[in-house]
């Protein structure tokens, strides 16, 4: 499953590459909408922010589950390649609602920790640096509805917001 939100994550955003700039629209979407962080927060890097994410459920439209990433570099194309893009994967978490999900095994923390890339991962990864660098805060949420004309298995939804990462200044 983490292949296939991997790759809906980067067709997604591959479109929305050469967009200027990201802005969140404030009416009510089909798609969930992420809350916190908000757009053009500075997040320090190793630094704690609150994160709170509001799915799609509704009436005739189950939430499963979804994931949260942190984009660094958005795929530029839906293509087999040995540099896809970049980036951090917070975790996938269980969204509650009913019938879908009414009792969450992995429910999202209220807090989540911006990844220090100054520090190496291990391995050959080596560290690190960037400041004030607009990265992109992004969620890849699984649903299903009543509908029977959609995608064969779970269908999947992007919503992001710019975040500034290791901002120096305000």
């Known amino acids: 499953m983490k292949f296939s939100l991997i790759t809906a994550l980067a067709a997604s955003l591959s479109l929305v590459a050469s967009s200027p700039v990201a802005t969140r629209d404030t009416s009510d979407p089909p798609h969930g909408q992420i809350i916190a962080p908000t757009a053009g927060q500075h997040i320090a890097p ?3 922010f609150d994160f709170t994410y509001q799915g799609s459920a509704d009436y005739c439209r189950s939430t499963y589950a979804y994931s949260v990433w942190l984009v660094t570099d958005v795929p530029t194309s839906f293509a087999p390649s040995d540099v896809f893009g970049g ?5 996938r978490y269980d969204f509650p609602n009913y019938p879908a999900v009414p009792y969450p095994k ?3 923390p209220p807090q989540l920790t911006m990844p220090d890339f100054s520090i190496s991962a291990g391995g050959f990864g080596p560290s690190q640096t960037a400041t004030n660098q607009t990265v992109q805060f992004a969620v890849v949420e699984e649903w299903a509805g009543c509908g029977t004309d959609g995608p064969l298995g779970m269908t999947f939804s992007l919503t992001y917001v710019p ?5 120096t200044s305000s």
Do not use: D, E, R, S
């Open 87 to 91: 980036g951090y994967f917070f975790g």
């Open 106 to 108: 992995n429910p999202a």
């Open 46 to 48: 190793g630094a704690t």
């Open 163 to 167: 975040v500034v990462y290791n901002a």
